[in-house]
């Protein structure tokens, strides 16, 4: 199977909303969770879901890190679901794409965020911090969910090559038979919205993204030089990247590594209250001072 993001339910927190918000990049889809209890505010994390994910990735987790006492922001990236191309002159080259993310966070204006790439948001997220030289007005700090320090396995590149000459010559909708999830204890509804969403999905986004993924270069040494607490969450099994590797990256970078066996490729969708509960603990003690958002 390809490196999707996965999706067993679409149950939404009470407390979440799906909005458009604005910004200096174009217009973005998000799911804006607010706390549980306001009072309790203790800062905002903003989430970047993986290749042809959405924002509906992280519905599993939002209870829990609202319970913890954080705003969350769940992204359509440009190009993604609900996003579509976000302005008139879309581009999905990495750079623009982290500019995307640094513009959401701006629009915000909630003071530094926490930020989380999962598997090829990990990617985008990643360039976002260097972009900003892990800007400290900007970032609380950054995790990295199932993501890995270059390109994905080998395994993994020759179905992102097979899926990159399907889209030269099949549309989307005959390319899905292909990929979609035949797990049968997938509820009817997700695989419908599956189907959506992959269908309202960019080509050009699709194809940009996998041979970024084909392409990418190790960069740890560049992220590890910049001063920012980071968290690197390692869900296994994972044909992705190998938890051997995701392991030794959180080593060289001084990361927090959070270990979640049978978490798989998605922890946030398999092992969603435990993945909660590392990421409010991890969020809990960066030791940054945040500033409560003004009313």
């Known amino acids: 199977m390809l490196c999707v993001s996965q999706l067993l339910t679409l149950d939404k927190?009470?407390?979440?909303?799906?909005?458009?918000?604005?910004?200096?990049?174009?217009?973005?889809?998000?799911l804006d969770t607010e706390p549980a209890d306001p009072v309790q505010y203790r800062g905002t994390a903003l989430l970047v879901p993986g290749f042809m994910g959405s924002k509906e990735d992280f519905l599993p987790v939002l209870s829990g890190l609202s319970r913890g006492g954080y705003r969350v922001l769940a992204m359509d990236g440009r190009g993604q679901h609900e996003t579509g191309t976000a302005s008139s002159a879309p581009s999905y080259a990495k750079s623009e794409l982290a500019r995307d993310v640094v513009a959401v966070a701006r629009q915000l204006d909630a003071g530094a965020v926490h930020l989380l790439g999962h598997s090829y948001g990990g990617l985008i997220a990643r360039a976002a911090v260097l972009d900003t030289l892990g800007d400290p007005s900007l970032w609380a700090s950054l995790t990295l969910m199932n993501f890995g320090p270059g390109p994905v396995s080998a395994a993994q590149q020759e179905r992102l090559r097979m899926l990159l000459s399907g889209l030269e010559s099949m549309t989307p909708a005959e390319i899905w038979p292909f990929i979609e999830n035949q797990e049968s204890d997938v509820a009817v509804g997700v695989k419908e919205f599956l189907r959506r969403r992959w269908l309202a999905n960019a080509p050009e986004h699709l194809t940009a993204a996998a041979d970024q993924m084909l392409g990418e270069t190790d960069l740890t040494t560049r992220l590890a030089d910049i001063d920012l607490a980071k968290a690197v969450v390692s869900g296994s099994p994972d044909a992705t990247w190998s938890p051997e590797d995701v392991e030794q990256m959180a080593h060289r970078l001084g990361a927090d590594l959070i270990s979640l066996p049978g978490g798989g490729h998605s922890p946030n969708v398999h092992?969603?209250?435990?993945?909660?509960?590392?990421?409010?603990?991890?969020?809990?003690?960066c030791g940054t001072a945040f500033q409560r958002r003004s009313s």
Request: aromatic content about 10%.
């Open 13 to 30: 927190p009470s407390n979440a909303r799906t909005r458009r918000l604005r910004t200096s990049r174009g217009v973005f889809a998000v």
């Open 271 to 285: 092992l969603p209250n435990e993945t909660a509960a590392a990421l409010v603990d991890f969020w809990d003690h």
